[in-house]
């Protein structure tokens, strides 16, 4: 009887856990459909078939690469080219991920090595900001059920665009193409309404990210140098309180 | 040739992701690494935001700096996060009408 209850406490924790980990990924479902709806519109004009446009989807899972991959495709980039540079643009993830799973010490090696395969700018900082999740029960639960609502409407938005071409009228999804942006906004704002210090983080990174390219280092290094640099200034600006929550 | 590409980028996208499992499962950081890796969400949403979203319409930056904006004052006003994206796609669909 009793072993019953604790059975049905630990159930019921762990759909709880998917339940707010599915809502907490709605912001970036939002903001993956039209994208990966105009990515598989783009490839399938390249000339790639629909098993190749969402295959790279499954096992890329990186949409600004893919992007640069379809351009570069078209324009009859290099084989070796193509993959160097997805490694420089997506190598952010690498300092993204570190931030990740120093938070993550509390959960399970074989559930964090799946998770961080998950990482993309928008699961990576959403995850980020629901932190305290990370210390609760089940609370890998919550994580891997946000970034599978990410991944699904990736690969399944990359599948539907492949296959109807262009389904939105081009005002609408290029007015959603705001939608990221408008999403790390609504992220980083209450963080900073809660503390100033976060905000010169953000705007040191900023800065940094914009003097890099204006001197014309590329994207993927540039955001990698302005995160490092910007996040730095955390050293000094983050006190011990932020440490505990 | 495009399967090699996509076993290609595949690889090279995963392995930066997963390596710190193993870096940070090895080695304990001191506090002010702790800090400097606590900042870097923050420091990632700067530096995705400006300059990408000026490149929302390219011809005309100045859409992207309106919308963000209403982003930020609808963030600033505790409207829910999917408001603040609808909010911010609305001004778009409506200066570029």
Redesign the interface.
Known sequence: MESQVLQHKEQSGRRSMIRRGIMAGLPIMLGYLPVALTYGVLASQTGMTISEITWMSVLVFAGAAQFLAVGMIAAGTGLIEMIIATFVLNFRHFVMSLSFVNRLRSIAFRAKLPLTLGLTDETFTVSALYRKEAKEEFGSYFYASLMLTAYLSWVGGSLVGGLLGDVMPESLSESMGVALYAMFIGLLIPSVKGNWRIACIALLAMGVNVLCQSFGLNQGWSIVVGTLIGGASGIWLLDSEEEKA | ??????????I???V??????F???WVS?P??V????????????????????LN??PDAPQI?II??LV??L???L?VH??G??????????LL??
Request: proline share 6%; hydrophobic share 65%.
């Open positions: 040739m495009i399967v090699w590409l996509i076993i290609g980028m595949a090279v996208t995963a930066p992701r997963f390596l710190p499992v870096i940070v499962d950081f506090k002010w702790d800090r400097w890796l606590n900042a870097i969400p923050y420091a990632a949403l700067g530096a995705l935001i400006v300059p990408g979203i929302v319409k992207g919308a963000g982003g930020v609808l963030a600033w505790n996060i999917i603040v994206v609808l909010g911010a796609i609305a001004t778009v669909f570029t009408l």
